[in-house]
């Protein structure tokens, strides 16, 4: 199956720093990427729908201005968590769909502690 | 997308079958039945899915009844690393944009 990949794929940060993930699709090119979050013992919550070329659409309650998503190419979207605090601590995943397949595929996850 | 009802926990005696079932009694008609497997700390790795007809890949067999308001995934000789939460969702196939709205999932656990 089609390859996407995360990184870091484990970070630690201090309070009030931003961290930036990166999520690539590696053989194919995705215009649509996903990104998760999800907290222990929990299931994966969508935050945001990230669109190459054009701003990203988030879901209820998850802010945009927070979490800033860019998709600048059809390979590689970045997710920055911006002034991190300890409560964004958790398991951020992102998600990619090809034109060829109709599943999608997920990176190995990001385990984002801040300290 | 049609919400799914799956039990929370189920053990398995490893090369035993592992049936993992999902009630979704409102899917739609252009709905399609996914399944998904998360191994801790591990991204989601896809697994089959169907729209009518029983499905059978390298990993797995998915039987939908007539009605589509249940589905089964069938693991047909379960080993150690096979344990993980599985999660049947349904969707629309609109494109490249549809989304996978999560729910909480079976935690399968296979044991020697």
């Known amino acids: 199956g089609a390859v996407v990949s995360q990184h870091p794929s484990r970070v630690i940060c201090k309070s009030g720093t931003s961290v930036k993930i990166e999520c690539r699709s590696l053989?194919?090119?995705?215009?649509?990427m996903f990104w998760y979050r999800q907290f222990p013992k929990q299931s994966l919550m969508l935050m945001a729908t990230?669109?190459?070329?054009?701003?990203?659409?988030?879901e209820q309650g998850v802010e945009k201005d927070k979490f800033l998503i860019n998709h600048a190419s059809l390979t590689l979207s970045t997710l920055t968590v911006t002034s991190a605090h300890p409560e964004d601590s958790s398991f951020y995943i992102c998600s990619a769909r090809s034109t060829v397949n109709t599943e999608a595929f997920f990176g190995q996850g990001t385990r984002l502690t801040v300290v | 997308d049609a919400k799914t009802t799956q039990p929370p926990s189920m053990d398995c005696a490893e090369g035993r079958a592992a049936n993992l079932p999902c009630n979704h009694s409102t899917i739609s008609g252009n709905e399609y039945v996914y399944w998904y497997r998360q191994i801790h700390s591990q991204g989601p790795q896809y697994i089959i899915h169907?729209?009518?007809n029983n499905e059978t890949n390298e990993m797995a067999s998915l039987i939908i009844t007539e009605d589509r308001k249940s589905s089964t995934l069938i693991l047909p000789h379960a080993t150690l690393r096979d344990t993980a939460v599985y999660y049947c969702i349904v969707r629309v196939d609109t494109g490249t944009a549809s989304k996978l709205t999560f729910g909480t999932g079976t935690r399968l656990q296979v044991t020697l």
């Open positions: 053989d194919f090119q995705a215009t649509t």
């Open positions: 990230s669109n190459e070329g054009s701003k990203a659409t988030y």
């Open positions: 169907g729209l009518k």
